[in-house]
Protein backbone atom coordinates (compact mmCIF):
# COMPACT_ATOMS: atom_id res chain seq x y z
CA UNK A 1 0.00 0.00 0.00
CA UNK A 2 1.77 3.15 -1.07
CA UNK A 3 1.93 5.85 1.67
CA UNK A 4 -0.46 8.17 0.83
CA UNK A 5 -3.10 5.48 1.37
CA UNK A 6 -1.78 4.43 4.51
CA UNK A 7 -2.12 8.32 5.61
CA UNK A 8 -5.75 8.37 4.77
CA UNK A 9 -6.77 5.48 6.04
CA UNK A 10 -4.55 6.23 9.32
CA UNK A 11 -6.62 9.49 9.05
CA UNK A 12 -9.83 7.48 8.55
CA UNK A 13 -10.15 5.23 11.50
CA UNK A 14 -8.48 7.44 14.05
CA UNK A 15 -7.99 11.02 12.93
CA UNK A 16 -11.58 11.91 12.27
CA UNK A 17 -12.99 10.28 15.04
CA UNK A 18 -10.39 11.34 17.36
CA UNK A 19 -11.49 15.64 16.29
CA UNK A 20 -15.12 14.28 15.71
CA UNK A 21 -15.23 13.21 19.98
CA UNK A 22 -12.44 15.62 21.14
CA UNK A 23 -12.49 18.69 19.13
CA UNK A 24 -15.72 19.30 17.52
CA UNK A 25 -15.35 22.90 17.80
CA UNK A 26 -12.51 22.19 15.15
CA UNK A 27 -14.37 19.85 12.59
CA UNK A 28 -15.09 23.12 10.12
CA UNK A 29 -11.31 24.53 10.90
CA UNK A 30 -8.87 21.82 11.08
CA UNK A 31 -7.43 20.66 7.21
CA UNK A 32 -6.26 16.95 7.16
CA UNK A 33 -3.97 15.65 4.16
CA UNK A 34 -0.57 14.72 3.20
CA UNK A 35 1.58 17.11 1.64
CA UNK A 36 5.10 18.24 1.44
CA UNK A 37 8.77 16.16 1.57
CA UNK A 38 9.02 12.41 1.21
CA UNK A 39 8.51 10.38 -2.02
CA UNK A 40 5.12 8.92 -0.37
CA UNK A 41 4.31 12.63 -0.80
CA UNK A 42 4.34 12.22 -4.49
CA UNK A 43 3.39 8.39 -4.77
CA UNK A 44 7.32 7.74 -5.75
CA UNK A 45 7.09 5.11 -2.68
CA UNK A 46 8.21 1.93 -2.86
CA UNK A 47 9.58 -1.17 -0.40
CA UNK A 48 12.58 0.76 -0.18
CA UNK A 49 11.01 3.89 1.26
CA UNK A 50 10.32 2.56 3.95
CA UNK A 51 13.52 2.66 6.02
CA UNK A 52 13.83 6.27 6.98
CA UNK A 53 11.49 9.24 7.36
CA UNK A 54 8.29 6.65 6.62
CA UNK A 55 5.32 6.28 9.34
CA UNK A 56 1.13 5.92 9.09
CA UNK A 57 0.86 9.24 10.22
CA UNK A 58 -1.05 12.53 8.53
CA UNK A 59 -0.83 16.50 8.33
CA UNK A 60 -3.50 18.40 11.08
CA UNK A 61 -3.26 22.10 9.23
CA UNK A 62 -4.67 24.86 11.45
CA UNK A 63 -4.92 28.51 9.97
CA UNK A 64 -2.64 31.21 11.40
CA UNK A 65 -3.86 33.59 14.03
CA UNK A 66 -5.91 32.67 17.20
CA UNK A 67 -8.92 30.93 15.26
CA UNK A 68 -7.09 28.35 17.04
CA UNK A 69 -5.30 29.12 20.30
CA UNK A 70 -2.17 27.63 21.67
CA UNK A 71 -3.63 25.60 24.21
CA UNK A 72 -5.99 24.39 22.14
CA UNK A 73 -2.81 23.41 19.39
CA UNK A 74 -0.86 22.12 22.07
CA UNK A 75 -4.48 19.83 23.26
CA UNK A 76 -4.62 18.82 19.49
CA UNK A 77 -0.54 17.95 19.59
CA UNK A 78 -1.44 15.66 22.53
CA UNK A 79 -4.08 13.82 21.13
CA UNK A 80 -2.43 13.10 17.86
CA UNK A 81 0.44 11.73 20.00
CA UNK A 82 -1.43 9.28 21.46
CA UNK A 83 -2.76 7.70 18.26
CA UNK A 84 -1.75 4.37 17.65
CA UNK A 85 1.88 3.94 17.98
CA UNK A 86 1.63 1.10 14.92
CA UNK A 87 -0.54 0.52 11.85
CA UNK A 88 -0.86 -1.84 8.94
CA UNK A 89 3.00 -3.28 10.05
CA UNK A 90 4.47 0.38 10.00
CA UNK A 91 5.47 2.13 13.26
CA UNK A 92 5.48 5.83 14.42
CA UNK A 93 8.60 7.89 15.06
CA UNK A 94 9.87 8.91 17.98
CA UNK A 95 11.51 11.56 16.61
CA UNK A 96 11.20 13.96 14.08
CA UNK A 97 12.81 13.25 10.88
CA UNK A 98 16.14 15.49 9.33
CA UNK A 99 14.61 18.31 8.22
CA UNK A 100 12.03 18.72 10.86
CA UNK A 101 8.46 17.90 11.71
CA UNK A 102 6.50 16.55 8.78
CA UNK A 103 3.39 15.19 10.09
CA UNK A 104 0.96 16.17 12.72
CA UNK A 105 -0.17 19.79 13.89
CA UNK A 106 0.95 22.07 11.74
CA UNK A 107 0.49 25.98 11.40
CA UNK A 108 -0.84 26.83 7.69
CA UNK A 109 1.99 29.41 7.46
CA UNK A 110 5.12 26.93 9.29
CA UNK A 111 3.82 24.76 6.10
CA UNK A 112 4.60 26.85 3.34
CA UNK A 113 7.01 29.69 4.54
CA UNK A 114 10.02 27.00 4.45
CA UNK A 115 8.94 26.11 1.00
CA UNK A 116 8.10 29.44 -0.89
CA UNK A 117 9.57 32.01 1.89
CA UNK A 118 5.79 33.40 2.63
CA UNK A 119 3.40 31.89 4.47
CA UNK A 120 0.49 31.80 1.86
CA UNK A 121 0.62 31.94 -1.39
CA UNK A 122 2.58 34.22 -3.81
CA UNK A 123 1.54 38.43 -4.08
CA UNK A 124 4.17 38.85 -7.19
CA UNK A 125 5.74 37.06 -10.21
CA UNK A 126 9.07 38.23 -9.23
CA UNK A 127 8.51 36.29 -5.48
CA UNK A 128 7.52 33.30 -7.33
CA UNK A 129 10.51 34.06 -9.91
CA UNK A 130 12.88 33.59 -7.19
CA UNK A 131 11.76 30.09 -5.34
CA UNK A 132 12.97 26.86 -7.04
CA UNK A 133 10.38 24.88 -8.79
CA UNK A 134 11.05 21.77 -6.39
CA UNK A 135 10.32 23.68 -3.22
CA UNK A 136 6.91 24.40 -4.87
CA UNK A 137 6.59 21.25 -5.82
CA UNK A 138 6.58 20.01 -2.26
CA UNK A 139 4.20 22.20 -1.28
CA UNK A 140 1.15 21.42 -3.71
CA UNK A 141 1.96 17.35 -3.74
CA UNK A 142 -0.09 15.03 -1.71
CA UNK A 143 -3.77 14.86 -1.02
CA UNK A 144 -6.05 17.07 1.20
CA UNK A 145 -8.14 14.86 2.96
CA UNK A 146 -10.48 17.54 3.90
CA UNK A 147 -10.70 21.28 4.57
CA UNK A 148 -13.84 22.99 5.08
CA UNK A 149 -12.02 26.92 4.95
CA UNK A 150 -10.71 26.07 2.54
CA UNK A 151 -7.85 27.86 2.85
CA UNK A 152 -4.42 25.56 2.17
CA UNK A 153 -6.52 24.02 -0.81
CA UNK A 154 -6.80 27.71 -2.23
CA UNK A 155 -2.88 28.19 -1.56
CA UNK A 156 -2.23 25.05 -3.36
CA UNK A 157 -4.19 25.59 -6.43
CA UNK A 158 -2.58 29.22 -6.50
CA UNK A 159 0.98 28.22 -6.47
CA UNK A 160 0.53 25.19 -9.23
CA UNK A 161 -0.37 27.54 -11.20
CA UNK A 162 2.78 29.08 -13.29
CA UNK A 163 2.54 32.70 -14.58
CA UNK A 164 3.05 33.13 -18.10
CA UNK A 165 5.98 36.16 -17.35
CA UNK A 166 7.68 33.98 -14.94
CA UNK A 167 6.89 30.24 -17.06
CA UNK A 168 8.77 32.57 -19.71
CA UNK A 169 11.82 33.84 -17.59
CA UNK A 170 12.40 30.45 -16.43
CA UNK A 171 12.07 28.79 -20.15
CA UNK A 172 14.49 31.04 -21.63
CA UNK A 173 17.22 30.51 -19.08
CA UNK A 174 16.88 26.68 -19.49
CA UNK A 175 16.95 27.03 -23.04
CA UNK A 176 20.10 29.02 -23.03
CA UNK A 177 21.62 26.33 -20.66
CA UNK A 178 20.01 23.63 -23.02
CA UNK A 179 22.23 25.00 -25.81
CA UNK A 180 25.32 26.60 -24.01
CA UNK A 181 25.86 22.83 -22.24
CA UNK A 182 24.52 20.50 -25.14
CA UNK A 183 24.94 21.91 -28.31
CA UNK A 184 28.17 23.57 -28.05
CA UNK A 185 30.11 22.47 -24.73
CA UNK A 186 29.53 19.07 -25.12
CA UNK A 187 31.04 18.55 -28.59
CA UNK A 188 33.49 21.34 -27.75
CA UNK A 189 34.52 18.98 -24.53
CA UNK A 190 34.94 16.12 -26.75
CA UNK A 191 37.16 17.68 -29.37
CA UNK A 192 39.38 18.51 -26.48
CA UNK A 193 39.25 14.80 -24.87
CA UNK A 194 38.11 16.09 -21.85
CA UNK A 195 35.81 13.03 -21.19
CA UNK A 196 34.86 13.99 -17.90
CA UNK A 197 34.18 17.38 -18.10
CA UNK A 198 31.63 16.14 -21.99
CA UNK A 199 29.61 14.15 -18.97
CA UNK A 200 29.43 17.24 -16.99
CA UNK A 201 28.07 18.97 -19.93
CA UNK A 202 26.14 16.25 -20.87
CA UNK A 203 24.13 16.02 -16.93
CA UNK A 204 23.80 19.98 -17.62
CA UNK A 205 21.77 19.10 -20.52
CA UNK A 206 20.04 16.66 -19.37
CA UNK A 207 19.27 18.50 -16.30
CA UNK A 208 18.07 22.18 -18.51
CA UNK A 209 16.14 19.68 -20.48
CA UNK A 210 14.04 18.04 -17.68
CA UNK A 211 13.29 21.64 -16.31
CA UNK A 212 11.88 22.72 -20.26
CA UNK A 213 9.88 19.90 -20.42
CA UNK A 214 8.07 20.58 -17.09
CA UNK A 215 8.00 23.68 -17.78
CA UNK A 216 6.21 23.47 -21.07
CA UNK A 217 3.67 21.00 -19.53
CA UNK A 218 2.95 23.55 -16.79
CA UNK A 219 4.47 21.46 -13.93
CA UNK A 220 6.94 22.27 -11.45
CA UNK A 221 10.13 19.62 -11.57
CA UNK A 222 10.39 17.96 -8.30
CA UNK A 223 13.79 17.59 -6.27
CA UNK A 224 16.29 15.82 -8.52
CA UNK A 225 16.11 12.36 -7.31
CA UNK A 226 12.62 12.28 -8.53
CA UNK A 227 12.55 14.01 -11.20
CA UNK A 228 12.95 11.32 -13.67
CA UNK A 229 9.92 9.53 -12.14
CA UNK A 230 7.88 12.56 -12.49
CA UNK A 231 8.89 13.07 -16.20
CA UNK A 232 7.60 9.60 -17.56
CA UNK A 233 3.94 10.64 -16.04
CA UNK A 234 4.01 13.96 -18.44
CA UNK A 235 1.74 13.84 -20.57
CA UNK A 236 4.19 16.64 -23.51
CA UNK A 237 7.52 14.69 -24.28
CA UNK A 238 8.03 12.36 -21.31
CA UNK A 239 9.11 9.98 -23.46
CA UNK A 240 12.50 11.63 -23.71
CA UNK A 241 13.13 10.58 -20.20
CA UNK A 242 14.57 7.14 -21.77
CA UNK A 243 17.25 8.80 -24.05
CA UNK A 244 17.64 11.79 -21.61
CA UNK A 245 18.92 8.38 -19.27
CA UNK A 246 21.08 7.14 -21.93
CA UNK A 247 23.01 10.28 -22.08
CA UNK A 248 24.14 10.39 -18.70
CA UNK A 249 24.28 6.64 -18.24
CA UNK A 250 26.65 6.20 -21.08
CA UNK A 251 30.36 6.32 -21.69
CA UNK A 252 32.22 8.96 -24.60
CA UNK A 253 34.42 7.32 -26.39
CA UNK A 254 34.73 8.49 -30.09
CA UNK A 255 31.58 6.00 -31.48
CA UNK A 256 29.15 6.74 -28.41
CA UNK A 257 29.65 10.29 -28.21
CA UNK A 258 28.94 10.89 -31.99
CA UNK A 259 25.77 8.85 -30.67
CA UNK A 260 25.20 11.26 -28.13
CA UNK A 261 25.66 13.93 -30.42
CA UNK A 262 22.86 12.98 -32.51
CA UNK A 263 20.62 12.19 -29.50
CA UNK A 264 21.34 15.90 -28.25
CA UNK A 265 20.75 17.65 -31.34
CA UNK A 266 17.59 15.38 -32.01
CA UNK A 267 16.10 16.25 -28.49
CA UNK A 268 16.78 20.11 -29.17
CA UNK A 269 14.54 19.79 -32.22
CA UNK A 270 11.72 18.32 -30.61
CA UNK A 271 11.72 21.15 -27.54
CA UNK A 272 12.08 23.10 -30.49
CA UNK A 273 8.80 21.91 -32.36
CA UNK A 274 7.02 21.78 -29.20
CA UNK A 275 7.96 25.54 -28.60
CA UNK A 276 6.60 26.77 -32.20
CA UNK A 277 3.42 24.25 -30.68
CA UNK A 278 2.81 26.48 -28.00
CA UNK A 279 3.22 29.69 -29.45
CA UNK A 280 5.97 30.38 -27.04
CA UNK A 281 8.99 31.59 -30.28
CA UNK A 282 8.59 33.66 -33.10
CA UNK A 283 11.54 31.71 -34.47
CA UNK A 284 11.19 28.98 -37.37
CA UNK A 285 14.31 26.96 -36.88
CA UNK A 286 15.54 24.61 -34.81
CA UNK A 287 17.85 27.12 -32.51
CA UNK A 288 17.53 26.75 -28.95
CA UNK A 289 19.87 29.90 -28.21
CA UNK A 290 17.39 32.29 -30.53
CA UNK A 291 14.13 30.45 -29.11
CA UNK A 292 15.02 31.52 -25.96
CA UNK A 293 15.80 35.44 -26.83
CA UNK A 294 12.39 34.92 -28.73
CA UNK A 295 10.51 33.09 -25.79
CA UNK A 296 11.86 36.20 -23.23
CA UNK A 297 10.75 38.75 -25.15
CA UNK A 298 7.60 37.82 -25.06
CA UNK A 299 7.68 38.56 -21.15
CA UNK A 300 5.26 41.48 -20.88
CA UNK A 301 6.44 42.84 -17.66
CA UNK A 302 9.06 45.20 -18.37
CA UNK A 303 11.35 44.69 -15.05
CA UNK A 304 10.73 40.78 -15.40
CA UNK A 305 12.08 40.54 -19.29
CA UNK A 306 15.17 42.99 -18.83
CA UNK A 307 16.47 40.71 -16.17
CA UNK A 308 19.57 38.83 -17.32
CA UNK A 309 17.80 36.10 -19.33
CA UNK A 310 19.54 33.24 -16.63
CA UNK A 311 18.10 34.74 -13.87
CA UNK A 312 15.78 32.22 -12.85
CA UNK A 313 18.03 29.13 -13.20
CA UNK A 314 17.89 27.16 -10.48
Avoid at 29 to 51: N, P, R
Wanted: aromatic fraction near 10%.
Amino acid sequence: MKGIDVAREYYRQFGAPMIHERFPELEGIIACGLAGDGSECFGYDDSISTDHDFEPGFCLFIPDGDIVDSRTEFRLERAYASLPAEFLGLKRQKVNPVGGKRRGVIRIGDFFEPRTGLRGAFETDMQRLNVPDFYVATAINGEIFRDDLGIITDIRASLAEIPENVLRKKLAGSLIMMAQSGIYNYKRCIKHGETGAAQLAAAEFVRHTMQTVFLLNRRHKPFYKWSFRAMRDLPLLGSLTEPLEYLISTDNMEDMAKMKTEIIEDIAVLISEELKTQELTRNTCDDLEKHAYSVNDGITDGEIRNLHIMYAIS
